[in-house]
């Protein structure tokens, strides 16, 4: 039972556009989400996260955007740059029931192409 | 230290040997948390800790796992009798608070043979 879905395994953009990646989760609990970002042989990176009263989260070129009837969210990159090519996750958890774990998505690799 | 710290990188045994890993948590950080991340991207909560208290062992399959959080030394997370499905790349996080953002680790890479 896969609680947070991130439905493409992959994206391909040119440097200077938007690249979007996805997330869906089913856990009506889930109240707090974030975003990390991975390279090969490391650990992730925590990126930007948003909670659930919000419903826009910003920090200069990451902009995530929360839709709770929709149980989505999704994670802007504008513009692009060939240093964000990495893995991306997408996380819960679900903080109003003392559940401080993560609930990870199965990431979606990002390439910019210069 | 600013970064959580894990070791060794890389740990390999033969199926039926045992494997400790540790992780020095982010100074001031109060909770930690291991991931198992297995067939690549797939991550699994294993088991979280307030200071030196389990706070979350859900995650934990509790015949061969163990882990410990004690006063002024690293976390550990230890396996007896390893298995082949146990390889797989162990990741540590830390939080300052309960609901804070984790932090992870670069993680252990186990292979068991």
């Known amino acids: 039972d896969q609680q947070v879905k991130q439905n493409s395994p992959s994206l391909s953009v040119q440097e200077g556009r938007i690249s979007i990646l996805n997330c869906d989760y089913t856990?009506?609990?889930?109240?707090?989400f974030l975003w990390y970002k991975k390279y090969p042989a490391e650990g992730p990176t925590f990126l930007i996260s948003?909670?659930?009263?919000?419903d826009k989260n910003e920090d200069g070129r990451f902009t995530v955007f929360l839709n709770k009837s929709a149980k989505h969210l999704s994670l802007h990159i504008v513009p692009s740059q060939p240093g964000d090519s990495a893995v991306y996750f997408c996380?819960?958890?679900?903080?109003?029931?003392?559940?401080?774990?993560?609930?990870f998505g199965k990431g979606t690799l990002l390439t910019v192409n210069p | 230290g600013e970064e959580v710290a894990q070791t060794p990188k890389h740990l390999v045994r033969g199926e039926g040997q045992k494997a400790k890993l540790y992780c020095a948590p982010i100074?001031?950080?109060?909770?930690v948390f291991w991931y198992q991340q297995v067939l690549k991207n797939e991550f699994k909560f294993l088991i979280s800790f307030q200071n030196e208290n389990v706070f979350d062992e859900t995650g934990m399959p509790k015949e061969r796992f163990s882990a410990k959080c004690l006063p002024n030394s690293p976390c550990s997370l230890e396996i007896q009798a390893t298995k082949l499905e146990d390889s797989a790349v162990y990741f540590c996080a830390s939080s300052r608070d309960r609901g804070d953002t984790q932090y992870f680790g670069p993680g252990t890479r186990l292979t068991v043979l």
């Open positions: 856990n009506s609990m889930f109240d707090y």
């Open positions: 996380a819960a958890s679900a903080l109003g029931g003392s559940n401080y774990k993560l609930t």
């Open positions: 100074k001031g950080h109060s909770y």
């Open positions: 948003i909670s659930s009263i919000k």
